[in-house]
């Protein structure tokens, strides 16, 4: 265990779902990130919160929209998605503050295996 | 070019063997290096970071080479458990925007 934990392991949704991946954090860690894992790709930052404040949005389509209400919680809200969509979805977190010395020792969660159909 | 690059591999080795494999990067100002570790299906680990100076982990050694930009993992005395993908990781300053290099496989066999 690596003290990040998300839900679901699994999902699959139809275009036209509206679905939420959750993640939650055990390190008393300050900042979460949302990072994005297709097959043979490297992993590609989607967003970041730093003291539940969205530090980074990574160019990311508006049918993904993230939401942390608490240092250890953070979500991550899917709506009319698209097959290309279907990736690994990790959440990780970490101890600092970006730009003033942020540890970039990511601890990560299991992920959430998404497939849209 | 990418931000980080790594040979895909599969590097398939016979157990007792060493494997050593390098990661590229494209930005001179980057100060940070990590290796983690993904197993099949699973999150990403913190393997080791990098220093200037070299530095060992156990079977693992971990070097960087900055004049021509490449950081290199080798693993002596590999063990099945060794079977992984190995991820590059790279901050190209002191904030959270690590490049990922897209992993080289390596396969441990019996």
């Known amino acids: 265990e690596t003290g990040v934990t998300q839900t679901p392991r699994h999902l699959v949704m139809g275009m036209t779902n509206k679905k939420s991946l959750k993640c939650e954090q055990h390190l008393g860690h300050n900042a979460m990130y949302w990072y994005k894992q297709s097959a043979k790709k490297p992993l590609e930052l989607m967003f970041v919160?730093?003291?539940?404040?969205?530090?980074e949005n990574n160019s990311v389509p508006s049918r993904f929209s993230p939401e942390c209400p608490n240092s250890s919680h953070l979500f991550l809200h899917l709506h009319t998605l698209q097959p290309e969509d279907s990736a690994l979805y990790l959440c990780a977190s970490s101890q600092g503050v970006p730009g003033q010395g942020l540890n970039e020792k990511l601890f990560f969660g299991s992920g959430t295996q998404l497939s849209v159909l | 070019r990418k931000e980080v690059e790594q040979d895909p591999g599969p590097f398939n080795v016979p157990e007792g063997a060493t494997v050593a494999f390098n990661c590229t990067y494209s930005?001179?100002?980057?100060?940070?290096f990590f290796w983690y570790r993904q197993d099949c299906r699973k999150e990403p680990k913190l393997l080791m970071s990098v220093y200037s100076s070299g530095n060992e982990d156990g079977r693992f050694t971990a070097q960087l080479n900055r004049a021509s930009q490449y950081i290199s993992l080798l693993i002596r005395d590999s063990k099945l458990s060794d079977s992984a993908t190995y991820l590059c990781v790279v901050n190209r300053s002191n904030d959270y925007k690590l490049s990922f290099g897209a992993g080289t496989t390596v396969t441990v066999r019996a």
């Open positions: 930005n001179s100002a980057s100060q940070s």
């Open positions: 919160y730093s003291l539940e404040e969205r530090v």
